[in-house]
């Protein structure tokens, strides 16, 4: 009499689900990877942003005598989480710097279109400025923190006009908040750049 074998061709329900798991978990691996290499490599543009701008900035104050002013404006941008509903966000207008996207003559920064494209629609227009005023953004889209404070002082008789930051006192304050958007305290505390995980990416030297 013929019998009928225990192994067939095909697979069983368990090697199935096996093999579904293991895809799952795969993927999930990969999604992991993704995002930290999405977020180092935004991080890495960040690092570059902040060093062209300083290099624009440092051209402003040879023009001027000093660093341009810094714009204060509550919720500048929609916030990310409902304690920042009333931080106050020091930012950079783009047209100290550069006239690309208005009319004059400055260019002390070439600005990329990802930079005040605020609705991530590939053009400029009236949704992506603020008071009428574009500012600059961070590679995640949310405006790059700058802030500055001019203190006149007497030198030989002389005026002199020294500029400082609220954390980098030579200068000027130049951030993001990076992946997470998140700071971990305001501006005002003196220790913004200091979250966690700490992925801020700060002018100056953070102390956590």
């Known amino acids: 009499m013929a019998t009928t074998s225990e192994t067939g061709n095909g697979f069983t329900l368990i090697e199935l689900m096996a093999v579904v798991a293991i895809i799952l978990l795969l993927a999930a691996l990969l999604v992991g990877a993704g995002h930290g290499i999405i977020a180092r490599s935004g991080s890495k543009a960040a690092q570059a942003q902040i060093l062209a701008l300083t290099g ?25 989480a409902d304690t920042e509903t009333n931080v106050s966000i020091y930012s950079l207008p783009l047209a100290l710097l550069s006239s690309q996207y208005d009319s004059g003559s400055v260019d002390y920064y070439t600005c990329s279109l990802a930079e005040v494209d605020v609705n ?14 574009l500012y600059i953004l961070d590679p995640w889209g949310f405006p790059v923190y700058y802030y500055t404070l001019g203190r006149s ?34 501006v005002s505390s003196g220790i913004w750049g200091i979250d966690h995980p700490g992925d801020d990416i700060v002018n100056w030297v953070t102390n956590p």
């Open 56 to 80: 624009a900035l440092e051209k402003y104050k040879a023009d001027h005598r000093g660093y341009p002013p810094a714009d204060a404006s509550v919720a500048l941008f929609p916030p990310d």
């Open 120 to 133: 991530s629609d590939g053009k400029v227009n009236d949704t992506d400025r603020y008071n009428g005023k």
């Open 153 to 186: 002082i007497t030198v030989g008789g002389s005026s002199v006009t020294l500029y400082f930051g609220a954390n980098n006192k030579n200068g000027f304050d130049l951030g993001s908040r990076g992946p997470n958007h998140l700071v971990d305290m305001s």
